[in-house]
């Protein structure tokens, strides 16, 4: 298959009417010694399977004999004490074998990633609506739904916090305040020959994977558990589920084979869905699945953080930059969940790829009664870089200068390389040649006069342009995550298993990670077998997050894969009277010289001289130090690049608008497989512009959640995507030593979408030039429309 | 009578009789046939993972139509061949392996481009395509991959793959379609009736069994295409013991057109209805193109669309603008309503008990008249409307000048119920066509109209201006501007855009 692939593998854009090309541009070239497996278009790993319905995900597995399935009864308010919890209907409902409280936990009733702040079920307050407070457990999962809406609670309520005003007023947080910064901003803000002050509103996003959170667990032999659990953090389920049931770490098990998506979702709270299975396994002993169904889905589990950002910036006639002052104010819901490093996060991207000689970046981590927001894909970052990209378009409207030059002008350049945390950027050739190269190949110049001509006509409808750009941190932020374990067994026939601590969520880690071991072997990919993610093989394991699972387990499953391959090049040796160095593995075959055999007969000699062949690989990412409380150090091991160009037509009678087109090009160093990469590009950015214009997350003042189903959260469909869509890979080669010099891929295209709220900003600028947008995101047609009306346009 | 459904499934006739009337065909698969292939996304018609095809015969013809298994009940597929991702490649229904010997086209296409990530979505979209492939006329451009897709939900690729996967599976090279199986006798004239008077699944076959029947259980669910009760099963979690299925009813589906009245049959999908109500105005074509999604209108009805009485459903104000009534039976009795006295208040409707929708009859828009429709929506395809409104003018000539006879004008999404705008039709009627003065009165008039509610959907204050402007872009366009300036969507054949202009 994998020939055949290569040649369709590699072109791309049927039906766009453009000429087809090379999808692996900026792969290095192959041929001679070169690698085989990496740099190459494969299919992802499971693709075969997807199209025809034979990869199953948690929802199906066969499910044990006398498996029990299990439903949340949900807290009718948002906020307050718990003055009665009569279950006595439930109980009585037809299928009903068990109802579950809080009281039922034999450990401890906390599900919190760090800080304890978070129950399994409530026991004697809520704080979200929907709040989990109790788990039926019937015969069927229909029975099981019908009599958790059964439960008669009374709830004291008091008035929630809903918004960053709510929560300002009663000065409630879920974490200390936060800041950092460089230089003596205030004096600089008096200083600068202009200043603008600014305020934006950022809405949270749904994740939508399109598979909802799902466990089932299976009760074992001395209070030992496996749970197969829908989630990118199998270890955290691990220890969650021991914590509650009061059980050593060693007595859990943890699986899980592939995600139907989690973009964050399922980084910590799939462990609750876990933990409940896993607790009401124990008490019936039975084995107990769990899935939500779509809408709870939405009320009970978190979502991207929604901001307000308040900040002044000072600057000059050219647009040039010389102070920041920001503050993110962020509703992290009712616990502190992964807060910390989400806002964060955000605060790390607050300069994007702008140098800033004066800043000082502050956050608030607000306690809402809202379910606790958590990690999505850019965790943090997107917010942080959609102000200062507005920041950046008030000053162009200001100072009356093209966007694309503001940009330009404060761009990260040598010498005005640092940013506001300390690190120095050490690639500003990388980011200038993308955003020149952008500009030129999107023809940015040409299409700007266009659109200024078609605006100068007047009328309703208007058009838009942007270019901008990102640049992201690479690595957890919390140092201790980066790294990563990896099991590679050979087998006497020469093919290979591979475990490691990464999860599948439709990414393609399964598939990267592959390459690089069959590069390794010199084998073809077929040899590996590829093995579900599961804590007894890999332990202590950090979730797959944070853009980093290839560059992790890739370089931990190369790590034991040589160790193997050392071994088995001595065996070789040995046999031969050569070099260990002269063994070479390629095409299935293992050569030194004029001697030859296949791997297969090279790992059954193995055996015979009895030589270990099964490993474990280890990999810590070198070279990064982050200090949190001093706020200094290097927290990222690299950065990534990519710049995006959007262009957009407005109605300004209804707030209506369409992507006409997209030009994006980006930056994964030397790709490991090009195809899943520009997968991955462009499946953020459309991800990026639901976030920014369809996707509106809706709150009722008593903190109900009105959207929460497909039919009222509106995430992009086919037509919402332009048909001329340009995606290319920046040639490049990562400057430190990655897996073989790729670069991290999951997170950064998300916030090339940032151009689409800029051309919808840009195309309505035109109704009043001079004058900031008033605009917040998402654009919505609402948005749009209100904005066009504070402009004078609208009617 | 028949008191067992019957289907086919992998080449054999399927009969069912022990099955709760509310069971959908998503649960029997995955349940019972253990089909797991097919997925559930949403349970509520609205992400298409769970999107299967059924093939069945109408009026001897075959018909290929991808649905939503979620929110279809079991018995709905009487009659049909149930296929689903499973059973496109290999016969056998054995998977094909890594090799992807034995893939469906539409498959192999999707491997090829890379058009699955997580893969969750995929046997959703595998089978939208595949029924793309089996009854596109041609090959297709991505508009109408686009509207094939526009009822499944991918939140890992950005559809671009997925789009070239299409193209090249449903382009000039297409592989020939699958050949029919053998379906169930057809039996037209037989009721079929499964359960006990207590819990049933009922199918009547003519219009008399069904008012005999619905009169004896006045407390029964009538079912049309489910595509809006499948929800009381799966999300309101209603019992719904007795179901009416409308399927089987001899001519309920019936179009009949005189050249001045077209009616169309209560269980018309919308589907086939799409061509028909185009017909009267392309602006019509383009409202029911954006309506719900290819399964939606494929499963979805005229006659439901309308006796569900949903303040938003888009056919209602359409309807109305066009003096449109509805046609009502009980027993023996049949009456007309127009249409805009049919919506009493939220979700009350002018039906007694056991009276059930029987067609709805409108008439085509003369030659001195010019109609115009605008949906906004937060998303284009696959959304509820914010606002949505029709316009009506019959124009005329008078002392020179072009003048506004008349206006019918309604909105959906502006109340409780699909409503008319009578102070901003009476400001219009006989003023000049091009007199800014007098659209301004009607514009204003608006605000008299209604008093909108702010929900999920859009503020007050927005539905408030948009209605407005919806109405300033109807006189513009109608007053001789070109869509191109006033439409970033859903422009006007050419000929079409003057207001004479059909």
Known sequence: MAADLQGDGLTRAEGSGRPPHPVDRGAVPRG?????????????????????????????????????????????????????????????????????????????????????????????????????????????????????????????????????????????????????????????????????????????????????????????????????????????????????LNVPDALVTCEVRRMGGAFGGKESQATQWAALAALAARVTGRPCKLRLDRDDDFALTGKRHDFRVDYRLGFDADGRVSAYDVDFLACCGHSADLSQGVVDRTMFHADNAYFLPAARVASRRLKTNTVSNTAFRGFGGPQGMLAIEKAMDDVARLTGRDPLDVRLANLYAPGRDETPFGMKVEETDTLRAIMEGLERSSGYRERRAQVDAF?????????????????????????????????????????????????????????????????????????????????????????????????????????????????????????????EEAVRFRDGMVAAGAESMTFADLARACHQQRVHLSATGFYRTPNITWDRASATGRPFFYFAYGAACAEVLVDTLTGENRVTRVDILHDVGASLNPAIDIGQIEGGFVQGMGWLTTEELVYAPDGRLLTHAPATYKIPVSSDVPADFRVELFPN??????????????????????????????????LDPGRPVPLDAPATPEAILNAALALGGGR | MRDVIRFVRRGQVVEVSDFHPRTTLLDWLRLTDRATGTKEGCAEGDCGACTIVLRRLRNGAPVVEPVNSCILFLGQADGAEILTVEDLGDPDGRPAGASGEGLHPVQRAMVDMHGSQCGFCTPGIVMSLFALHETAPGPVDRRAIDDALAGNLCRCTGYRPIADAAARACGPERAPPRPLPTFPEADPERDVFVGSDETFFAAPASEASLAALYARHPDAVLVSGATDVGLWATKALRDLPKIIWLGRVAG???????????????????????????????????????????????????????????????????????????????????????????????????????????????????????????????????????VMGAFHFVLGEAGGERVIR?????????????????????????????????????????????????????????????????????????????????????????????????
């Open chain 1, 455 to 579: 605006n100068a006509g007047g009328g309703w409808l208007r058009r838009g342009l942007a270019l901008t750009p990102v640049k992201f941190g690479i690595s957890f932020t919390l140092t201790h995550l980066n790294q990563a374990g990896a099991l590679v067994h050979v087998y006497t026939d020469g093919s290979v298993q591979l475990n490691h601590g990464g999860t599948e969520m439709g990414q393609g880690l399964y598939r990267k990670v592959a390459q690089v071991v069959a590069e390794e072997f010199g084998i073809g990919l077929e040899r590996v077998r590829i093995t579900a993610t599961t804590t007894d093989k890999v332990p202590n394991t950090s979730p797959t997050a944070a853009s980093a699972g290839s560059d992790l387990n890739g370089m931990a499953a190369k790590v034991a894969a040589s160790t193997i391959r050392a071994r088995m090049a001595g065996i070789a040796a040995a046999l031969w009277g050569v070099d």
């Open chain 2, 406 to 502: 008349s206006a019918r004008i309604a909105y959906g999404g502006m109340a409780g119920i699909p409503k008319r705008a009578a102070l901003a039709e009476a400001a219009l009627a006989g003023a000049p066509l091009s007199s800014r003065k007098a659209w301004d009165l009607a514009l204003d008039a608006i605000a008299g109209d209604f008093s909108p509610m702010s929900d999920q959907r859009a503020n007050a204050a927005y539905r408030g201006h948009v209605a407005r402007n919806l109405l300033l872009k109807a006189l513009t366009e109608v007053a001789g501007a070109s869509t191109d300036r006033t439409r970033i969507v859903g422009r006007r054949p050419p000929e079409l855009e003057a207001a004479h202009g059909r």
């Open chain 2, 252 to 386: 309920l589906d019936a179009v009949e057109d005189d050249g001045a009245t077209l009616t169309l049959g209560a269980t018309l999908t919308h589907a086939r209805a799409l061509p028909l109500l185009a017909g009267l105005d392309p602006d019509i074509g383009e409202l029911l193109r954006r309506f719900g999604s290819v399964q939606v209108r494929a499963s979805g009805t005229v006659g439901g669309n309308i006796a569900n009485g949903s303040p938003i459903g888009d056919l209602a104000p359409v309807m109305i603008a066009l003096g449109a009534e509805v046609e009502l039976r009980r027993g023996d009795e049949v009456r007309r309503v127009p249409m805009e006295d049919f919506f009493i208040a939220y979700r009350k409707q002018d039906r007694r008990p056991s009276e059930f929708v029987r067609a709805v009859r409108v008439r085509r828009p003369g030659r001195d008249a010019a109609f115009r429709c605008f949906k906004v929506s937060k998303r284009f395809d696959e959304d509820i409307s914010a």
């Open chain 1, 32 to 244: 001679g010694d070169g690698p085989v497996h990496v740099h190459r278009a494969y299919p992802h790993d499971s693709a075969h399977l997807h199209v025809q319905g034979a990869a199953s995900y948690l929802d199906d597995l066969l499910e044990p004999e006398g498996t029990l399935h299990l439903a949340v009864g949900m807290s009718p308010a948002a906020r307050g004490r718990i003055a009665a919890m009569d279950l006595a209907p439930v109980r009585a409902a037809p299928g009903v074998v068990r109802v579950v409280t809080a009281g039922d936990i034999p450990g401890r009733n906390d599900i919190s990633p760090a800080l304890g702040d978070e129950t399994l079920l409530a026991d004697t307050h809520v704080a979200f609506h929907g709040q989990a407070m109790f788990l039926v457990a019937a015969t069927t999962r229909d029975a099981a739904r019908r009599a958790a809406r059964l439960g008669r609670i009374e709830i004291e309520a008091q008035e929630p916090s809903v918004t960053v005003e709510d929560a300002e007023r009663r000065d409630e947080r879920v974490l200390p305040d936060y800041a950092f910064g460089r230089g003596d901003v205030a004096t600089a803000l008096k200083a600068a020959p202009r200043m603008l002050e600014g305020r934006l509103r950022i809405g949270g996003q749904e994740h939508f994977y399109l598979e909802g959170q799902a466990a089932l667990a299976i009760p074992g032999e001395d209070g030992a558990i496996l749970v197969h659990s829908s989630t990118q953090h199998p270890t955290e389920v691990q220890h969650v589920v021991a914590r509650i």
């Open chain 1, 733 to 766: 080669s990562a400057r430190q030593d990655t897996i073989y010099r790729s670069k991290a891929v999951g997170e950064p295209p998300v916030m090339l979408a940032n151009s689409v709220f800029c051309a919808i900003a840009d195309a309505l600028a035109s």
